[in-house]
């Protein structure tokens, strides 16, 4: 099946300092997607990403669509202390909007203030 | 916003005895919705996609017979972990989606934490 390798799993760093965490894929995906999770609680989205080269910002937060469709990076600049937590990619194959989410493995990222 | 209620969010049982967890879609009609287990320190990894009023497609390596998944209406799926064991502890999550709203129309629930002693 599909499997994305997101890297790295984790990162210790200051606040104030820029992020950035990528994902990449054995095979093709349409959709890309990048979610914040906090402990004990589930994913919510950050970025959505529908062509290949799309770069779109949220805020501090920019991610990019590559060209070959995949792979796709997630840069949070001036990092703040909220922003602990653990960041994951996915990706969406065809299949319209009800097709399944294949998961990257997570980046936990640690903010110290 | 597209808001999704999963319930209960902490649940306890002795092994043997079946768990249900709900997964409510609270303004929108979801036509279909995941289920997903997340272990500590792990990536979500999909059990089973659900679609309302027909049985549920289950991923490889899931028993459907031990995670029974009813999707009974466009705003409400339920999965029962049955005859629970200690392996079985793990933190569930629900998604449900809207159609026609590409990546943004996944919601995901806050999360089951199920522990089996």
């Known amino acids: 099946g599909q499997q994305l390798n997101q890297s790295p799993q984790s990162m210790f760093i200051q606040e104030g300092e820029d992020v950035s965490m990528n994902c990449t894929s054995s095979?093709?995906?349409?959709?890309w997607l990048w979610y914040k999770q906090d402990p004990g609680e589930g994913p919510v989205l950050l970025i959505a990403?529908?062509?290949?080269?799309e770069l779109t910002s949220n805020g501090r937060l920019t991610a990019q669509f590559g060209i070959t469709r995949k792979d796709s990076f997630l840069n949070i600049s001036a990092s703040i202390p909220s922003d602990v937590g653990i960041y994951f990619c996915?990706?969406?194959?065809?299949?319209?909007?009800?097709?399944?989410?294949?998961f990257g493995k997570g980046t936990l990222l640690t903010v110290n203030p | 916003g597209a808001v999704v209620s999963q319930h209960p969010s902490r649940v306890i049982c002795k092994s043997g005895t079946s768990v249900k967890i709900e997964c409510r879609s609270l303004?929108?009609?979801?036509?279909?919705m995941f289920w997903y287990r997340q272990f500590p320190k792990q990536s979500l990894m999909l059990m089973a996609t659900?679609?309302?009023?027909?049985?549920?497609?289950?991923e490889q390596g899931v028993e459907k017979d031990k995670f029974l998944i009813n999707h009974a209406s466009l705003t409400l799926s339920t999965l029962t972990v049955t005859s629970a064991h200690p392996e079985d502890s793990s933190f569930y999550i629900c998604?449900?989606?809207?159609?026609?709203?590409?990546?943004?129309?996944?919601?995901f629930g806050s999360g089951t934490r199920l522990t089996v002693v």
């Open positions: 659900s679609n309302e009023g027909s049985k549920a497609t289950y």
């Open positions: 095979s093709i995906f349409n959709t």
């Open positions: 998604s449900a989606t809207q159609p026609n709203t590409g990546g943004y129309g996944y919601t």
């Open positions: 303004d929108f009609q979801a036509t279909t």
């Open positions: 996915a990706g969406q194959g065809s299949g319209g909007s009800n097709y399944k989410l294949t």
């Open positions: 990403l529908y062509k290949a080269g």
